[in-house]
């Protein structure tokens, strides 16, 4: 008699290790690629000095200790927190509403984001002398709201309060919310360009002060999706059928969602609507690995984190010294690319 | 392991129509009873109030106590149950679908022991599908989801067994064997089978008892020689039923005559 796991249901050590491999080295390009160039061994030099008990010499200047510290490094850490982040939400939204074209926005999260981003902008222009600047902040409560009032509304509906009721709602809220934030945009149409720039994303501005304001929220909220993936597989048989394997679905769902929309909402509220990466990382993983949500999440939260950097370098580099929208970036060169792995394999998998 | 599971005075009402009334079943522990009745008869709902899955008035018991007063994760301790369409999600492996039937030994954030990797490879054994173990369960044959679905009731350990048209859309060989392989588990384990079931002749070869059901109320129950008669299934389907000795088995079939060929 067997006595453990078929290989192929095994969260294997090559998928974990070539994932963070791949990370680490888009990590390390990141961070050479600019206008003033350092090679990896300055890199490895310079983060080796900087741990506790350790000093050495890294021959770099502190020009360029400067612009590895304050410009490039937050500026690869704050993309890997938005990618990790926003694919592991468009996993969990995908696994508790059975549906493969769901994706971190899909309840009002970006809808929302976008309402609180233009009113913002459009109200409380960052020279208005707020102590806190209130672009994140409104962002951050819209993306909540949104959700908030999707989960509301579809829970008014009598019988149902199913995964379908759900995302109905949601389209209802996002459709509502995306119409106010239009009117407003066109409105005060001098603030069109920023608000347009907000929507597509950036992690320009990505400074440690982003950094440290969205990490807390991204480690607990992808802590929790990473623990109770397990959950995810059993949704995955239906919500009748789950409820007789002792796991209620509504709460499940519930749990799921506010916490890939808390940290959906905290990353967004930083880089503005970055599209497609939740949808793109998770369907790719489950191409090239395992359909098993054991295996979906922990290889999406480091591939997304690297696709998100490797589309980083691309922004910023393509029409240098301008830079491109990252949300453009992740569309063309994240679409041929799926295209390429749906192509190549078996077939899609939700 | 004991298995007695009692209905009694079920009502179930969708809006303004009443799908469920006053139907009382028992069924002792190791039995297998059979649900008999026409399409919209109601079977699928009686044993959807087991699943949780329908609020209803009246009780379901299980070893004398309610299901109500049990926790979701006690109830599934009891009852295993697959409902009529399963879903078997794509790319997942046949070991990790079995293994959902640990789910209710799990805690919420607990990984699988020895133990439960143990159960999974004896369920599979029991099925004939430890060669089956990393197939991705959406390619499987009718029959093969079929045992695949009763593997994973097996790891769950459940002393009842609910089973919602088991059988449904599947040949007559691959059918006959997975009835075969549920009586199996009954006799050898002690497991009490509930099974709504359209096909009649099968009810008549497999069940100890039968509850024929129609529009929502119990018309019979009782063993199958006593329910399943052409004047009980002629009343509750159509008159042109017969019921057959076939060399001591008992055949159930609906003739063509010219009066059914009138009538549609």
Same mark, same amino acid.
């Given at each position: 008699?067997?006595?453990?796991?078929?290989?192929?249901?095994?969260?294997?050590?090559?998928?974990?290790?070539?994932?963070?491999?791949?990370?680490?080295?888009?990590?390390?390009?990141?961070?050479?690629?600019?206008?003033?160039?350092?090679?990896?061994?300055? %890199?490895?030099?310079?983060?080796?000095? @900087?741990?506790?008990?350790? &000093?050495?010499?890294?021959?770099?200047?502190?020009?360029?200790?400067?612009?590895?510290?304050?410009?490039?490094?937050?500026?690869?850490?704050?993309?890997?927190?938005?990618?990790?982040?926003?694919?592991?939400?468009?996993?969990?939204?995908?696994?508790?509403?059975?549906?493969?074209?769901?994706?971190?926005?899909?309840?009002?999260?970006?809808?929302?984001?976008?309402?609180?981003?233009?009113?913002?902008?459009?109200?409380?222009?960052?020279?208005?002398?707020?102590?806190?600047?209130?672009?994140?902040?409104?962002?951050?409560?819209?993306?909540? &709201?949104?959700?908030?009032?999707?989960?509301?509304?579809?829970?008014?509906?009598? @019988?149902?309060?199913?995964?379908?009721?759900?995302?109905?709602?949601?389209?209802?809220?996002?459709?509502?919310?995306?119409?106010?934030?239009?009117?407003?945009?066109? @409105?005060?149409?001098?603030?069109?360009?920023?608000?347009?720039?907000?929507?597509?994303?950036?992690?320009?501005?990505?400074?440690?002060?982003?950094?440290?304001?969205?990490?807390?929220?991204?480690?607990?909220?992808?802590?929790?999706?990473?623990?109770?993936?397990?959950?995810?597989?059993?949704?995955?048989?239906?919500?009748?059928?789950?409820?007789?394997?002792?796991?209620?679905? &509504?709460?499940?769902?519930?749990?799921?969602?506010?916490?890939?929309?808390?940290?959906?909402?905290?990353?967004?509220?930083?880089?503005?609507?970055?599209?497609?990466?939740?949808?793109?990382?998770?369907?790719?993983?489950?191409?090239?690995?395992?359909?098993?949500?054991?295996?979906?999440?922990? %290889?999406?939260?480091?591939?997304?984190?690297?696709?998100?950097?490797?589309?980083?370098?691309?922004? @910023?580099?393509?029409?240098?010294?301008?830079?491109?929208?990252? &949300?453009?970036?992740?569309?063309?060169?994240?679409?041929?690319?799926?295209?390429?792995?749906?192509?190549?394999?078996?077939?899609?998998?939700? | 392991?004991?298995?007695?599971?009692?209905?009694?005075? =079920?009502?179930?009402?969708?809006?303004?129509?009443?799908?469920?009334?006053?139907?009382?079943?028992?069924?002792?522990?190791?039995?297998?009873?059979?649900?008999?009745?026409?399409?919209?008869?109601?079977?699928?709902?009686?044993?959807?109030?087991? *699943?949780?899955?329908?609020?209803?008035?009246?009780?379901?018991?299980?070893?004398?106590?309610?299901?109500?007063?049990?926790?979701?994760?006690?109830?599934?301790?009891? =009852?295993?149950?697959?409902?009529?369409?399963?879903?078997?999600?794509?790319?997942?492996?046949?070991?990790?679908?079995? #293994?959902?039937?640990?789910?209710?030994?799990?805690?919420?954030?607990?990984?699988?022991?020895? !133990?439960?990797?143990?159960?999974?490879?004896?369920?599979? !054994?029991?099925?004939?599908?430890? !060669?089956?173990? !990393?197939?991705?369960?959406?390619?499987?044959?009718?029959?093969?989801?079929?045992?695949?679905?009763?593997?994973?009731?097996?790891?769950?350990?459940?002393? =009842?067994?609910?089973?919602?048209?088991?059988?449904?859309?599947?040949?007559? *060989?691959?059918?006959?064997?997975?009835?075969?392989?549920?009586?199996?588990?009954?006799?050898?384990?002690?497991?009490?089978?509930?099974?709504?079931?359209?096909?009649?002749?099968?009810?008549?070869?497999?069940?100890?008892?039968?509850?024929?059901?129609?529009?929502?109320?119990?018309?019979?129950?009782?063993?199958?020689?006593?329910?399943?008669?052409?004047?009980? #299934?002629?009343?509750?389907?159509?008159?042109?039923?017969?019921?057959?000795?076939?060399?001591?088995?008992?055949? =159930?079939?609906? #003739?063509?005559?010219?009066?059914?060929?009138?009538?549609?």
């Amino acid at each position: 008699m067997n006595t453990g796991r078929p290989a192929s249901t095994r969260l294997r050590w090559w998928w974990v290790g070539g994932s963070a491999l791949v990370l680490a080295v888009v990590v390390v390009g990141a961070v050479m690629v600019g206008p003033i160039a350092l090679s990896p061994a300055d %890199i490895v030099r310079s983060v080796v000095d @900087r741990l506790p008990f350790i &000093g050495l010499d890294t021959g770099l200047s502190d020009r360029s200790e400067a612009i590895l510290w304050e410009i490039r490094m937050p500026r690869v850490v704050l993309a890997v927190l938005v990618g990790s982040m926003l694919s592991a939400a468009g996993a969990a939204y995908q696994g508790v509403f059975r549906n493969p074209l769901a994706d971190p926005y899909l309840l009002g999260a970006g809808a929302g984001a976008g309402l609180g981003a233009t009113v913002a902008i459009v109200y409380a222009p960052a020279t208005s002398g707020w102590i806190i600047d209130p672009l994140p902040v409104a962002a951050f409560g819209g993306a909540i &709201g949104g959700v908030a009032l999707a989960y509301a509304l579809g829970y008014t509906v009598r @019988r149902g309060r199913t995964a379908v009721t759900l995302i109905l709602a949601g389209v209802a809220v996002a459709a509502f919310l995306t119409a106010l934030q239009t009117f407003l945009q066109q @409105r005060e149409s001098d603030t069109l360009r920023e608000v347009y720039g907000w929507i597509l994303g950036s992690l320009n501005t990505a400074g440690w002060g982003e950094v440290s304001l969205v990490a807390p929220y991204v480690v607990v909220c992808l802590s929790v999706v990473l623990v109770g993936r397990r959950l995810l597989d059993i949704l995955a048989v239906g919500d009748t059928e789950a409820g007789t394997l002792g796991v209620r679905p &509504g709460r499940v769902r519930l749990i799921f969602v506010v916490f890939a929309t808390l940290g959906t909402a905290a990353v967004v509220s930083v880089s503005g609507l970055i599209g497609f990466v939740g949808i793109i990382v998770p369907h790719t993983v489950r191409l090239l690995t395992s359909a098993s949500y054991r295996v979906v999440v922990p %290889i999406s939260i480091l591939l997304g984190g690297a696709f998100l950097v490797l589309a980083d370098i691309i922004a @910023r580099v393509a029409v240098a010294p301008a830079e491109i929208p990252i &949300g453009v970036v992740t569309a063309i060169i994240g679409a041929p690319f799926f295209a390429v792995v749906l192509r190549t394999s078996k077939g899609i998998t939700s | 392991m004991k298995g007695v599971l009692e209905f009694s005075d =079920i009502d179930v009402v969708y809006g303004r129509s009443r799908v469920l009334h006053e139907v009382s079943v028992d069924v002792g522990a190791g039995e297998w009873l059979g649900i008999v009745g026409p399409n919209g008869a109601g079977k699928s709902t009686l044993l959807r109030t087991i *699943a949780g899955a329908v609020s209803y008035s009246g009780s379901v018991l299980v070893d004398g106590q309610a299901i109500d007063d049990r926790s979701l994760k006690e109830r599934a301790k009891l =009852i295993a149950y697959v409902s009529q369409r399963p879903l078997y999600p794509r790319g997942m492996a046949v070991f990790d679908y079995v #293994l959902l039937g640990r789910t209710p030994y799990l805690g919420p954030l607990a990984a699988e022991t020895q !133990d439960d990797i143990a159960r999974v490879w004896e369920a599979l !054994d029991a099925l004939h599908l430890v !060669d089956f173990a !990393d197939r991705d369960v959406a390619t499987l044959s009718g029959g093969e989801t079929q045992r695949a679905s009763l593997a994973r009731v097996l790891a769950q350990r459940a002393p =009842i067994a609910v089973l919602d048209e088991a059988t449904a859309s599947l040949d007559v *060989a691959a059918q006959h064997e997975v009835l075969e392989l549920i009586d199996r588990l009954r006799t050898d384990l002690g497991i009490t089978v509930v099974s709504a079931i359209h096909d009649l002749t099968a009810a008549a070869q497999f069940c100890g008892r039968v509850a024929l059901i129609n529009e929502g109320g119990v018309v019979a129950v009782g063993r199958p020689e006593e329910v399943l008669t052409e004047r009980l #299934l002629g009343e509750v389907f159509e008159p042109s039923i017969r019921v057959i000795d076939v060399d001591g088995s008992t055949v =159930i079939v609906s #003739l063509r005559t010219e009066e059914t060929v009138r009538e549609y």
